[in-house]
């Protein structure tokens, strides 16, 4: 009965994501415009799946899930959505399952699910078609779990190979939880209560460290390859230990009071003040779970869980450019619920359980609605952050799509004045401002295409179309000189772009 409870509570909560399309920003790179994907499950993509680093990761269970939809969904982006979803209900249940027998409170257990289930932090994770990766990938850790509490309770090398198995899938569908090895330490002290030495506990995990570490190194390969990585010298070692420690604390807030989510969260360099202040947090609460291990031991397990699972993505190796994302909490909250379900009893806890579920579920209800579609989610995270130069370029990508050419150049505009020098911006903004000139060269208006056409060149100075286009704006005045050093340029960029060559050949005929 619980578990069809909380089936229903899941479906109600998330039912408008039936009703969602595709966005722009990933899901064509994973499904509409990947035509590994998109033609479907067989032979050729599926070695493809199992060899391919595309979008900065290495995934093939996420790429192969994707694939079985294109199969059996075709690009109908409501039943993308009902498989995610799917995933998440499963994922709701087996957690209820596997709590409550490895802890013997099905109560709890059903509060921890339902918070889980329904939690606004989740969204991104289920109503995001590309983030398919994290649903799947707790599957199999949730069965990881289950699969060791079986093995620590009655060991067999059976039941050990089952858990390696499981967390290999785990990590072979996205590998944010390569710190679930640490994680099952802290299950060996609450609620297993294992009686062997902690130096034999570590060791036995030994070979899922290995299997953790083998995929980090993959995910850091395919990340360097991609260019996703930030070096260095562009984020240095402080600045990242300083948005880690401020981060932990801002995630917390959004679990707490899950207020103002966004699909993207600008980095902005953190004041002193504020690090120290969150490491102080972090620390203070770290020794007060140690301190009351014996009496509340749920809390040490539940604050372990929290701060491991959200190690491997808290910036220390900074992939892309947003200081957090509501996705990376899609574990971590049970860590949180679990501390929190254990530590409180009686009827007013049941009935702030009540309420607090009530209340995520209404707000997971209308967070669902924002991504409907690119423009709504992008203007939503516009308007809930500040100098959200991604959302910007990337409602720009939107509005071109639906041939609103000038709203998406003010979007691109913004997007470079918040953030001088970004590549995609500035790339998106050249590209507008080339288009806009074409149509002002079509039109006769000579002196605004030639103005848009030196605008776009100085944020994408490589563009041989763009010089040519500027060449024919000059041979048009009469200076047939710097026609034809925009006609040389064109060519010298890109020697087999032959509009360049008609042009400069055509002047030339001319007595030039």
Request: contains cysteine.
């Amino acid at each position: 009965m619980l578990c069809l409870l909380l089936a229903g509570l899941v479906f109600t909560a998330y039912f408008p994501v039936l009703g969602n399309g595709f966005v722009g920003y990933d899901d064509p790179d994973y499904v509409t415009a990947n035509p590994h994907v998109s033609t479907g499950l067989n032979a050729d993509n599926l070695r493809w799946a199992l060899t391919a680093f595309q979008a900065d990761n290495w995934h093939p269970l996420t790429w192969i899930s994707h694939q079985a939809d294109c199969s059996l969904f075709g690009l109908d982006a409501g039943l993308h959505h009902f498989t995610s979803l799917l995933l998440h209900v499963a994922n709701t249940l087996l957690l209820f399952l596997w709590l409550s027998r490895v802890t013997g409170s099905m109560t709890r257990s059903a509060f921890v699910a339902a918070i889980f289930g329904v939690h606004p932090v989740g969204v991104e994770s289920v109503a995001w078609v590309a983030e398919r990766k994290a649903v799947l990938s707790a599957l199999f850790g949730i069965l990881t779990l289950a699969a060791y509490t079986a093995y620590a309770r009655q060991p067999s090398a059976g039941r050990y190979a089952s858990t390696l198995v499981l967390f290999a899938a785990s990590l072979a569908a996205k590998q944010s939880l390569v710190a679930l090895p640490l994680v099952m330490l802290a299950l060996d002290f609450w609620p297993l209560q294992r009686k062997e030495r902690p130096a034999r506990l570590a060791r036995e995990k030994l070979p899922l460290l290995a299997l953790a570490a083998a995929a980090s190194g993959a995910a850091f390969w395919a990340q360097r390859q991609g260019g996703a990585l930030v070096n260095a010298q562009t984020l240095p070692i402080g600045m990242r230990l300083a948005n880690a420690a401020v981060s932990y604390i801002r995630y917390l807030a959004k679990i707490v009071w899950p207020v103002n989510l966004s699909v993207f969260y600008p980095y902005a360099p953190v004041p002193n003040r504020a690090a120290a202040a969150g490491a102080l947090v972090l620390g203070a609460v770290s020794v007060l779970a140690f301190r009351w291990r014996r009496g509340r031991p749920w809390l040490l397990t539940g604050w372990c869980w929290f701060v491991l699972t959200l190690l491997p993505v808290i910036g220390l190796v900074q992939v892309g450019v947003q200081s957090m994302a509501d996705r990376y909490l899609y574990i971590p909250v049970i860590g949180l619920m679990i501390a929190a379900a254990w530590s409180f009893s009686g009827r007013a806890a049941a009935a702030g359980g009540a309420i607090a579920i009530a209340l995520c579920a209404g707000m997971t209800w209308r967070q669902v609605h924002y991504w409907i579609d690119g423009e709504t989610l992008f203007r939503h995270a516009i308007a809930v952050t500040e100098n959200n130069y991604i959302a910007h370029d990337n409602l720009g990508v939107e509005l071109d799509r639906q041939n609103r050419g000038e709203e998406a150049l003010a979007e691109y505009r913004e997007a470079v004045r918040i953030q001088p020098g970004d590549r995609h911006a500035e790339y998106n903004l050249a590209q507008a401002l080339f288009a806009k000139g074409e149509r002002r060269l079509r039109e006769g208006k000579y002196g605004e295409a030639r103005a848009l056409f030196e605008e776009g060149l100085r944020h994408q100075p490589g563009s041989a179309a763009a010089h040519t286009y500027l060449g024919v704006l000059e041979a048009i005045g009469g200076d047939a000189a710097a026609a034809l050093a925009s006609f040389d340029t064109a060519i010298r960029l890109d020697p087999s772009y032959a509009p360049a060559r008609a042009a400069r050949a055509e002047l030339m005929k001319q007595g030039h």
